[in-house]
């Protein structure tokens, strides 16, 4: 029996040649993969940044004040203060709403068709965290109805929602839910009929609604 036939398996050269060999395709195939992970997630991060840079200056062309109400992000992604005040002008006022100031409530006094809209927008370390839209006072063709109520399901999208009731008197986006209140004209001349209708949606898609009055 010679020397190398003596020599346990860990000390002969094929072992370690076959561990090493082992380890670099390991650290390949993982390197590989983690690259093409991380590139995959910058191209989508370059997408959605020109993306977001594309709707923030259609929405300061846009003379619609619903439209750049509607292009303001809150949230994770949410725009940042110089954004909106970049979008809306400088707010009519300001409110600190905690003792180290890092959450902060904007509001703008608008004028939109004649009607005085008010917008607020809560910060939280200067980034959008939530916001609301009062004061449209849709003139409505139809008065709202228990028909059209029932014609949305949960799961119908907000395009979906629109296309049956129009646009909404009131919106508000608070921690990812969107809320649209519909009040009925016919409460202007009548207080005693204050039909409205509230639809809450997540991730664009009806999670509830609520009707009050309707016939």
Not at 22 to 45: F, G, M
Not at 120 to 131: E, R
Not at 157 to 180: A, E, K, M, Q
């Amino acid at each position: 029996m010679n020397e190398n036939e003596k020599k346990p398996f860990y000390r002969r050269n094929w072992f370690w040649i076959t561990i090493l060999s082992i380890i670099i395709v390991v650290s390949a195939t993982t390197y590989i993969a983690n690259y093409s992970y991380y590139k995959d997630e910058a191209d989508q991060a370059n997408v959605d940044q020109r993306k977001d840079q594309s709707e923030r200056k259609q929405a300061e062309k846009n003379p619609s004040l619903v439209a750049k109400y509607n292009s303001i992000k809150t949230g994770k992604n949410g725009y940042s203060r110089k954004v909106i005040t970049n979008l809306l002008g400088n707010p009519t006022e300001t409110q600190i709403m905690d003792k180290k100031g890092k959450e902060i409530t904007a509001t703008w006094n608008k004028t939109d068709n004649n009607n005085q809209v008010m917008i607020q927008i809560t910060f939280f370390k200067n980034i959008a965290k939530s916001k609301s839209i009062q004061g449209l006072n849709i003139d409505r063709e139809n008065s709202l109805t228990l028909a059209d109520f029932n014609k949305l399901k949960n799961g119908d999208n907000y395009n979906r929602v629109i296309s049956v009731l129009g646009d909404p008197d009131d919106y508000s986006d608070i921690n990812g839910i969107r809320t649209l209140t519909y009040v009925s004209d016919l409460s202007e001349a009548d207080p005693s009929q204050n039909a409205s209708i509230d639809i809450k949606l997540s991730d664009n898609k009806i999670v509830a609604k609520s009707q009050v009055n309707l016939k």
